[in-house]
């Protein structure tokens, strides 16, 4: 059974600039999640989304957005780049029911 | 609302002495608990769960935790280190299966040879 897959696994963005990350979950998986990580405030959970629909949002500024698609698929999308914005963004799946998450290698962003 | 404290940041020992990671946790229901562990440029991987069956669980690479419910804890233990279990490790609360996990600031385990 293949894993998470994210999408590009490395990025270099420019401050005030829009990116867009993918994410793959396990199949058979309905729940994606996002979570930021970053050396000072660790690994903060961005947003939820089961069923096409968000579930859960964590506290950061409405530049941070996603969806998903019917196949599960997820997206999220960061406008208007900042410097603090740098940070490995990680993507991970849970099955219905179950509560442990599987996580994909996340993605590494640069903004300079 | 649940929370994780992971009473150190760095663990260092060596190789071939036992490990102890320290994880303490704050929930308003019966929760489930979990370890997970980073190497390097890695995403996480799970290491092992509790989810109200037996209190001491049993991990993947020879890891266990055991719940205490009378003192919040949730420790990380192994009886000898390996130099490829210096990672970071993650201690994580989930009150139920709908809400966000919640982390552990995380503890970096440094294996001395």
């Known amino acids: 059974k293949a894993g998470v897959t994210q999408t590009p696994r490395y990025l270099i963005k420019t401050r005030g600039q829009q990116v867009t990350l993918s994410c793959s979950p396990i199949s058979g998986h309905r729940s994606v999640s996002w979570y930021q990580q970053t050396p000072g405030q660790g690994l903060q959970f961005l947003f939820e989304y089961f069923s096409e629909t968000q579930r859960n949002k964590g506290n950061f500024p409405g530049r941070f957005s996603g969806r998903q698609f019917s196949n599960s698929r997820s997206e999220m999308n960061v406008s208007t780049l900042e410097l603090g914005d740098s940070a490995l963004y990680l993507c991970a799946s849970r099955a219905r029911g179950d509560t442990e998450a599987f996580f994909g290698q996340g993605t590494r962003l640069t903004v300079v | 609302a649940q929370s994780v404290t992971q009473l150190d940041s760095h663990v260092s020992v060596s190789e071939g002495t036992p490990v102890l990671l320290r994880c303490n946790y704050s929930s308003s229901y019966s929760p489930s608990l979990f370890w997970y562990v980073q190497h390097p440029n890695k995403g996480l991987q799970l290491l092992l769960k509790y989810t109200s069956a037996a209190t001491l669980v049993k991990g993947i690479n020879g890891f266990e935790a055991e719940f205490k419910k009378s003192e919040t804890s949730f420790h990380l233990t192994k009886p000898s280190a390996h130099m490829s279990d210096a990672a970071e490790y993650f201690c994580?609360?989930?009150?139920?299966?709908?809400?966000?996990?919640?982390f552990g600031k995380g503890t970096r385990l440094s294996v001395i040879a």
């Open positions: 994580v609360v989930s009150d139920a299966g709908n809400t966000p996990l919640v």
